[in-house]
């Protein structure tokens, strides 16, 4: 919808050039289908009345609620009753002149001397506990002090910025070449922070949908009128959980560059805004195809607007051109052209495309924005390409990235998947990625122009809809749709060396009526097997599954398989599985389990992979996969009979609760839980507070688990993984098993350094991560010492040399240690104490978390040790980790005890009237002044954490009230 072309212009008509547009269209198309106005002028009159003048009838609804009240995050009080008061009450000039962004000589010479100050050791590196000491003591703007998620984020952003020839490990740090850009994004993210925080009512650090709702005219003020509310802030809230952090906040306001209406603005040019967005006074168009240049960005989801026009008819999308762009042909020319392109691809120049690469060369190299958009479509090509080159000599890592041998296929793949995702868009009439029975069966026309005939719309979703789970997704209708030859009627079809895949001679299996998966497992099973395991006839199961390789077995096989293959074509579905437990088998306890049958199903069809198995061959299971899947309908029954023994609630989840009750049924079946509650959570690794059979099934396999009155088969696990031996029973097996994992993590780079694995940053976390200790925890540590559980701390912190203690160590630090890698990152000891020891006191105490951290990484010296290495925490220093944090911890309540002015700072007057205090943890004090001079090692006059926990250790402070 053009303005110009409308006869329009002027502010009361601004609403139809902007991005919404799409949705209010939607909208208005809707309410025009429902009612069917005869006066259709007239019902547009009123509608755009309506919605100007904030009636029911249009399309702006404003909800305003107050925000929740509640405890804040490490920012002080203080600066957020200021921020939120207005962003007038910040002195932006001073911002300016302390923050010198420009390329003048003048600037860069205040630059120089600034780094020099930030950098106190003049290794030429900055981190980021460095910036943010910095922001405080070197710049003096408190407020930016306080904001610590906007000095995380800009920090983050200025890190990576000059990857030249840097070692990879030093993008940790700010180098020299990377200051002003810093200094940048400082001044950049700490105005979002402003903007964000005056839509956070609540103090929570977290924006809420009513707070959001509340903030429109806000915002409208920023540069972003919101049309459709709860459409924008889904959109902005990328992980779904109902509030939107700053990290998310963020991102969405660069991409819609909004600015603060009253602060000094730095230079365009030196904006640290996103490419490729679009300004916010320029009205944002959509491309006549897809209109993938929304602004999407690289998110995994789908644009409503791709969508949308998807529907309108696949005779917008310029297949040629699409097809000019993807060179797949196997000419001396497109083989030239694939080169090329290749190189465009992979800008490292490793070799490997991963993910994000083929994502964001999609945008920025093809310059397809349609296919850009069906993430879906991108992810599938890209999943079926990177396995094709299967040659001994690769190494194993590879199959995570597509080759150049790969990258012809990725490319057909490419216009493929985006050819099936058109039609499934098509079928999607909801919008929600998803394909109901309704929808299925208003598209049969469709689908007979695409080339298939549906006589029974309602057994033909069934065999699509694979889990059972009544909808149909992507991945389900793209296998059916490629087995089905189905062909979109007006695109321009593959050349004939890139033909479409053949369907195999034989239809595969159909779904029979009688059996439908993932109905649940019924009562009766459950109690029967709650009851206990001896109820079931263990010798009775396994004779009726052949898994040992004699002939006689294999004979018994054969003929079990031909008895489960009703129709003769080699393969077996999984719905023939299932129905054969019962039919066949007669074993209803195994029929009943059908989480156990899903699994051992999903496990076994693609245990074949040599070159005789066809691709598309891996939904089903073939003959030589037979033996496996009988060994996996055993051992993951057992799973679940254990799993059900667990689940009292009947419910097919495990919450705490019921995995706390179960720690004697745990030892008995072959392991022992020391921390129950940190074990749940290694196991919940979707983080939703209860484990499902998945997730229990995958754990009991690592750890062997075996119930202990089964009959036991010799070979159940045909690849499972190797389990960890004890460390008390066995130290010696447990000492050859770490030797073998430390060979063989980390790996090492050309230059004979050690290669750390870089924690995963989860965005949730981001905000908590901070660097400050919350008021709440001052507050609580000053009321006296007493209201810690000194005992609690100690019983969590195992720090003996005992076997027992040296055990539970071993599992603390794999929980610690989420990548496996062996090294502990600060980011990683941090999240672990909240969310694996449980200790918020410890964890909002971040001087006395960093000063620990910084204590123990370079315990380890030794030949062994690369020197790289010392920016982590390693298994052998983990012991002295768990001390420090136990005695940094008591140290900083001392300090807060004498920090009665809640600024993290002791000045003299504090520190004379704690002199009996003092006296009471072990240190008389005869000359205040002389002492006090003595502790502030730097002369400012105030006593800084640091400084007070060196003095302390070197007097042997205690207090008097803990737990030693």
Request: include cysteine; charge should be negative.
């Amino acid at each position: 919808i053009n303005a110009e072309y409308m006869g329009m212009s002027g502010s009361d008509h601004d609403y139809l050039v902007d991005k919404q547009v799409p949705d209010l269209v939607d909208d208005l198309m809707e309410k025009l289908l429902k009612e069917r106005p005869d006066d259709v002028v007239g019902f547009f009159n009123a509608y755009f009345t309506g919605g100007r003048s904030g009636s029911s009838s249009g399309p702006v609804k404003r909800a305003k609620a107050a925000g929740p009240s509640g405890p804040r995050g490490p920012s002080s009080k203080n600066a957020l009753s200021s921020i939120r008061g207005g962003a007038r009450t910040i002195d932006w000039q001073e911002f300016a002149d302390k923050l010198p962004t420009s390329t003048s000589p003048e600037d860069k010479a205040k630059r120089k001397g600034l780094f020099s100050q930030f950098d106190p050791n003049g290794n030429g590196y900055l981190s980021l506990a460095e910036v943010d000491k910095a922001c405080r003591d070197i710049l003096c703007i408190d407020s930016l002090f306080n904001a610590k998620p906007a000095i995380m984020r800009a920090f983050q952003a200025s890190k990576n910025v000059n990857r030249g020839s840097r070692a990879k490990l030093d993008a940790d740090f700010v180098t020299r070449s990377e200051f002003r850009l810093l200094l940048v994004y400082l001044r950049r993210y700490f105005e979002l922070f402003v903007m964000f925080d005056m839509i956070d009512e609540g103090d929570d650090r977290r924006i809420d949908f009513n707070e959001f709702t509340a903030a429109l005219d806000k915002l409208e003020t920023w540069g972003i009128k919101i049309y459709y509310p709860e459409k924008q802030f889904k959109k902005i809230d990328k992980n779904g959980g109902g509030q939107v952090l700053f990290d998310e906040f963020s991102e969405w306001a660069l991409e819609l560059k909004l600015d603060l209406e009253d602060d000094i603005d730095d230079d365009e040019g030196d904006r640290p805004v996103k490419t490729n967005r679009p300004r916010k006074s320029a009205p944002i168009s959509r491309n006549k195809a897809l209109p993938g240049g929304r602004g999407g960005g690289g998110g995994s989801g789908t644009s409503e607007g791709a969508l949308g026009s998807l529907r309108g008819g696949s005779r917008t999308i310029d297949w040629a051109n699409i097809n000019s762009k993807l060179p797949t042909e196997k000419t001396p020319i497109q083989t030239k052209k694939r080169r090329e392109l290749f190189s465009a691809f992979d800008p490292n120049g490793n070799g490997y495309l991963s993910l994000a690469e083929v994502d964001k060369a999609v945008k920025e190299v093809l310059g397809l924005g349609d296919l850009f958009d069906c993430k879906p479509a991108l992810m599938r090509a890209f999943q079926a390409a990177k396995d094709l080159n299967k040659k001994k000599k690769r190494p194993r890592l590879d199959g995570d990235f597509v080759t150049w041998p790969e990258f012809r296929m990725l490319l057909v793949y490419l216009r493929q998947y985006f050819e099936l995702f058109v039609m499934f868009d098509y079928v999607d009439a909801g919008d929600d990625r998803r394909i109901d029975i309704m929808e299925f069966k208003a598209a049969v026309r469709r689908m007979e122009e695409w080339g298939v005939e549906v006589d029974d719309p309602k057994e033909a979703f069934r065999s699509i809809d694979k889990n059972g789970g009544g909808q149909v997704l992507f991945d389900e209708f793209a296998d059916w749709a490629i087995k089905m030859q189905l062909d979109l009627e007006d695109d321009i079809d593959h050349t004939p060396s890139n033909p479409r895949p053949k369907a195999r001679k034989s239809a595969p299996p159909s779904r029979p009526r009688g059996v439908i998966m993932g109905q649940g497992t019924s009562a009766k099973a459950l109690s029967s097997i709650r009851g206990g395991a001896r109820a079931i006839d263990w010798a009775k199961i396994a004779e009726k599954l052949p898994t040992a390789r004699t002939k006689e077995q294999r004979a018994y096989r054969s003929a079990l398989f031909r008895q489960f293959d009703p129709n003769g074509n080699g393969y077996l579905s999984l719905a023939e599985v299932d129905k054969a437990c019962r039919d066949i088998l007669c074993i209803d306890s195994l029929f009943n389990a059908k989480p156990a049958i899903m699994r051992a199903f999903q496990k076994a069809k693609n245990m074949r992979k040599g070159k005789n198995k066809a691709k598309l061959d891996a939904d089903f299971v073939t003959k030589p996969e037979f033996r496996a899947l009988l060994v996996y309908l055993r051992r993951y029954f057992e799973l679940f009979v254990m799993f059900d023994m667990i689940d009292e609630g009947d419910d097919r989840r495990i919450d705490l609760a019921e995995f706390s009750a179960a720690t004697e049924k745990l030892e008995e079946w072959g392991v022992k839980i020391y921390y129950p509650e940190i074990q749940f959570k290694v196991i919940d690794k979707n983080g939703g507070g209860q484990v499902l059979f998945d997730e229990f099934a995958e754990w009991a396999i690592e750890k062997a688990l075996d119930l202990e009155d089964d009959d036991d088969d010799a070979d159940e696990l045909l690849d499972g993984p190797p389990t960890l031996p004890d460390p008390k029973l066995d130290p010696t097996a447990y000492k050859q098993h770490e030797k073998k994992r430390a060979k063989s993590s980390p790996p090492i780079n050309r230059r004979g350094k050690a290669k750390a694995k870089k924690p995963r940053r989860n965005d949730s976390d981001s905000d908590d991560n901070s660097g400050g200790t919350s008021k709440g925890a001052l507050g609580s540590l000053r009321g006296g010492a007493r209201d810690l559980d000194w005992a609690k701390i100690s019983s969590k912190l195992p720090t003996e040399k005992t076997p027992v203690q040296r055990a539970k160590r071993a599992e603390l630090f794999k929980c610690f240690d989420p990548n496996g890698n062996g090294y502990l990152s600060l980011a990683e000891i941090d999240k672990g104490v909240k969310e694996i020891l449980c200790l918020e006191d410890l964890y909002n105490c971040k001087p006395a978390l960093m000063r620990a951290y910084q204590a123990s990484k370079n315990l380890r010296t030794g030949k062994g040790a690369a020197k790289l290495d010392a920016d982590f925490v390693t298994l052998p220093e983990f012991r002295m980790l768990l001390f420090y944090l136990r005695r940094y911890f008591e140290l900083f309540v001392m300090f807060d005890h004498i920090d009665t002015g809640d600024d993290r700072r002791v000045d003299y007057e504090e520190f004379q009237e704690a002199l009996s205090r003092l006296e009471d943890w072990g240190v008389q004090i005869r000359d205040a002044d002389g002492e006090f001079r003595q502790i502030d090692k730097n002369g400012g006059g105030q006593v800084l954490f640091d400084e007070f926990a060196d003095w302390a250790i070197s007097k042997a402070l205690d207090l008097e009230d803990d737990d030693d």
